[in-house]
């Protein structure tokens, strides 16, 4: 069993920067694929990023490509997303999830096992 808790949320002005993280406990975290999803209020979740198991892959949604940056540390049992330029279409609570497969596309939100609880971000002009 693998359980996620992401901290690292808050307020923020436009342009400004956040990084979240997404700390795991079990044994099977560093063979697992890590997502971070995103849900505004009134729409849909959404994918924001990946990082396969291996580190050496990350994927990120159009949105968000060039501004946020994915990354893992399996010292410590924990994914990143540092957000850069924040923009107010940003706010959403930020959820983080872990999947063992491998060859399904990233952002197809119905592959993964394992969700954290999220953590809200709020952008502010």
């Known amino acids: 069993q693998v359980q996620l808790v992401e901290s690292g949320g808050g307020l923020v002005q436009a342009g400004g920067s956040l990084k979240l993280s997404c700390a795991a406990s079990?044994?099977?975290?560093?063979?697992?694929?890590v997502s971070w999803f995103r849900q505004a209020p009134g729409k849909e979740r959404e994918f924001v990023a990946a990082?396969?198991?291996?580190?050496?892959?990350?994927y990120y949604a159009d949105s968000v490509k060039g501004r946020f940056t994915i990354s893992r540390d399996g010292a410590k049992n924990t994914v990143y997303l540092q957000m850069m330029s924040l923009k107010l279409d940003d706010t959403a609570v930020y959820y983080c999830?872990?999947?063992?497969?491998?060859?399904?596309?990233?952002?197809?939100?119905?592959?993964?096992?394992?969700w954290g609880q999220g953590t809200q971000v709020t952008v502010s002009s």
């Open positions: 999830a872990a999947t063992s497969q491998r060859l399904l596309p990233p952002a197809a939100g119905a592959q993964y096992d394992y």
């Open positions: 990082v396969n198991w291996r580190a050496d892959r990350t």
């Open positions: 079990g044994r099977t975290f560093s063979t697992l694929r």
